[in-house]
């Protein structure tokens, strides 16, 4: 099977080893992964603040790039779901609305590929510890994917994965929200470090570098004592100590 990745500017940017993670799970897997080197933003930033004219040229650019693909995978919900927002931003662009649905229907995000394309649910993984997952919001409530992290998870050895209160609320990231609305991002990301706190895990996982990228930043400045993991980093852990 031939997969092609789209990598997302936060994993190019700042975690090109959860990337890596992906490709070494999706290569055991016998999947066949190429980079399409004209991928560029998905346009989500812009789409999100009203820039349409800014979203519609990044959307054409992905488009192009990813249409020759068998199926498309992102080690992000986020960015998954800006791919099913295309065909709705092409809508009066003609051919463009076509070739958009074409490319929305054949793009997954990566444990979504995994158990629903894949079939697969068990990896084989070991990573012994206490952790949480963070359901991110575009995952759950745009992609509508709240199943396939936790079947792969269940199977992993050794982990323990313990409930997070209130975990269906937003870290505060939200992309440009954080930047513009910063002092609500914190008391809302504060929320979520708090709950992750009294879970009594050590480690979070997370299938959003964005949200990854907040909570941990946040994590940091408080000085806590909590890792902070994509989930691909847990599913191609095979020894204790292998991040």
């Known amino acids: 099977m031939k997969v092609s990745l789209f990598i997302t500017c936060l994993s190019e940017m700042f975690y090109q080893n959860a990337a890596k ?16 080197k004209g991928q560029i933003c998905c ?8 820039y349409r004219k ?17 199926y498309i995978v992102t080690p992000s919900g986020s960015c998954a779901a800006m791919f099913k927002e295309y065909p709705q931003l092409l809508k009066d662009e003609g051919e ?8 929305a229907d054949k793009t997954y995000e990566f444990t979504q590929f995994i158990v629903n394309i894949l079939k697969v649910e068990d990896l084989g993984a070991t990573y012994p510890a206490k952790a949480t997952y963070h359901t991110s919001c575009h995952m759950t409530r745009l992609l509508h994917e709240k199943e396939a ?4 998870l269940k199977n992993v050895r050794g982990l323990e994965l313990l409930p997070l209160q209130n975990n269906y609320d937003c870290c505060g990231f939200g992309g440009t929200f954080a930047v513009k609305m910063a002092p609500i991002s914190e008391q809302m ?13 050590n480690v979070l996982i997370a299938a959003d570098n964005g949200c990854m990228m907040n909570i941990k930043g946040r994590i940091d400045r408080k000085g806590k004592a909590i890792e902070v993991k994509h989930i691909a980093q847990i599913l191609n852990t095979r020894v204790e100590g292998r991040v």
Not at 43 to 50: K, M
Not at 96 to 103: D, F, I, L, P, Y
């Open 21 to 36: 993670d992906v490709v070494e799970v999706l290569e055991r897997l016998d999947c066949e992964v190429d980079f399409p």
């Open 43 to 50: 346009g989500q930033p812009a789409y999100n603040s009203g």
């Open 54 to 70: 800014d979203a519609k040229k990044a959307a054409k650019q992905m488009i192009a790039s990813f249409e020759a693909s068998e």
């Open 96 to 103: 463009w609305h076509e070739r958009a649905k074409k490319v």
């Open 149 to 152: 992290p936790f079947r792969l």
């Open 189 to 201: 990301v504060d929320e979520k470090i708090r709950h992750i706190e009294e879970s009594t895990a």
